[in-house]
């Protein structure tokens, strides 16, 4: 860029001595480099050791005219600029002269203000071409920068030992790396640009990557995950994020995948082994329950209280473990996925009613009621295994009886609610943190505090719950906090 006027180099070429001299005068004032020709030949000369930026040629001279030497300056540097300067005869020669790429003309004779301006303006002009010239370079140099951004970024996706998959909003695969398509048992000639559908034929993933590539799934919350299973016997944990710009618009998600078959198969070996631990403990733990019961019944009358007592705590102890035992046994069924056996069509009206009718007695015996109110008598009939139901409504029933107090008012209630079935068991008992809401559906977990310190239970009620409502596609939800009671709806396809 030109800043300085000494920076600037220009040659004059004019045969007449005194003009060519009275030119170098001025310019030199101005502080620019000069160097001065009285003939073409001579300025060519020149130029083929020195760069100039600005030419300024007389257009009538003898051997190569101006036009000429015009031509022949163009021809070795076309940046530099070129006056002409004219006798007023040959105004319309230098009129035709711009039009081949002559800056300006001079006509003659001139005042030395002229010349200034003249060569002002052209040194502006030059000045701004070399800044048009800067800024262009340096955007070609930005757009090289993020070119190289963009590809070391797939570089390093494409090395990623995770398999990665981004979409964009229309939920179309606009980046994936080879680990993706291991994952996946796809092979090299899977190219991104397609609908993710193409990939991975799963409905539930994809419509969970959609809507989380439309902003549809807060990204405020945890990420959201999805199971898969892969040929069969390969388990993939997908977790996926949505992928946000400065303004915090949604601009497709990225998601990722955990091969996560070891695990499963470990869980399915402990859930093997939980299970045959279990039945082998069913039947010996039986016998000793009913012996405790004979003995209990043939000492009493000779026996001591307290002898009696210690027997009854066995009794009750060993009842804990045998209902323990059947707890794990019908979690072991439901993760090995056998629990629809024996499926009926299903008035949930009657069925609700003989539970409740059973369980009744357990709540009048703690003076609470318990009452059972729904809809109609008749809700449209569903195919279920009865057994299941029972589990689901029976654990939650009992649990409101459990942990409610004295004198606590319990309701179950059924309705359809569009496509589904919907039943809530609500009490107004000690309620439940909301802290809690989710670990309570988790193996094992029990709150304690003071109200349920003395009650005794597994923990396995409510995973046992969540995992049939989940095998029959249902939901369960929980509104609930301490000193409120709880509300358990159940919600299951019709
Ligand atoms: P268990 O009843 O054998 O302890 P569950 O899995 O059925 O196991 O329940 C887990 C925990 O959830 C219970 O220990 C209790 O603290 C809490 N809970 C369940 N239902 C209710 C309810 N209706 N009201 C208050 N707390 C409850």
Known sequence: MVETTDLLKILVVDDERDIREGIERILKRMGYAVFKADRGEEALGILEKQTVDLAILDLKMPGMDGMELHQRIRAIDEKIIVIIITGYATIE????????????????????????????????????????????AERARTLIDLDMEKSRIRTIVESLPTAVVVTNTSGEVVLMNPAFLKSLDLDDSFMAGNKLASYV???????????????????????PTYELVVSGSKYLMARGQPVLNENNECMGAVVTFANITSL???????????????????????????????????????????????????????????????????????????????IQSIQVVDLLKSIVDFLGIRA??????????????????????????????????????????????????????????????????????????????????????????????????????????????????????????????VLLPV
């Open 364 to 489: 009048q015996s703690k003076g609470q009621t318990l009452s059972f109110e729904p809809a109609s008598e008749e809700l449209p009939l569903f195919s279920a295994d009865p057994m299941a139901l029972e589990s689901i409504f029976g654990n939650l029933i009992a649990n409101a009886i459990n942990y409610s107090q004295q004198g606590a008012d319990i309701v179950v209630k059924a309705e359809q609610a569009g496509q589904y079935i919907q039943v809530q068991v609500i009490d107004n008992g000690f309620g439940i943190a909301p802290k809690y809401h989710e670990q309570i559906f988790d193996r094992f977990y029990r709150v304690k505090n003071d109200n349920t310190r003395y009650i005794t239970g597994t923990g396995l009620g409510l995973p046992i719950v969540k995992g049939l409502v989940d095998s029959m596609n249902g939901a369960i939800k929980l509104d609930s906090d301490v000193g409120k009671g709880s509300t358990f709806t």
């Open 201 to 223: 034929q799963n409905e539930g993933f994809c419509d969970m990557v959609l809507k989380l590539s439309r902003g549809e799934i807060d990204a405020g919350g945890e990420p």
């Open 264 to 342: 499963k198969m470990l869980d399915q070996l402990k859930s093997e082994f939980v299970a045959k631990v279990s039945h082998e403990l069913r039947s010996p733990l039986s016998t000793i329950h009913e012996q405790l019961a004979m003995v209990l019944k043939e000492t009493s009358v000779h026996e001591t209280d307290v002898d009696q007592h210690l027997i009854e705590r066995a009794k009750e102890k060993t009842h804990g473990l045998i209902s323990l035992i059947g707890d794990l046994l019908d979690l072991s069924r439901i993760e090995a996925g056998g629990v629809s056996h024996n």
């Open 93 to 136: 020669t230098a009129i035709d002269a711009m039009k081949q790429g002559v800056y300006d003309f001079i006509p003659k004779p001139f005042e030395p203000e002229h010349l200034r301006i003249v060569v002002r303006r052209a040194h502006e002009k030059l000045r701004l071409t070399m800044e048009a010239e800067a800024l262009q």
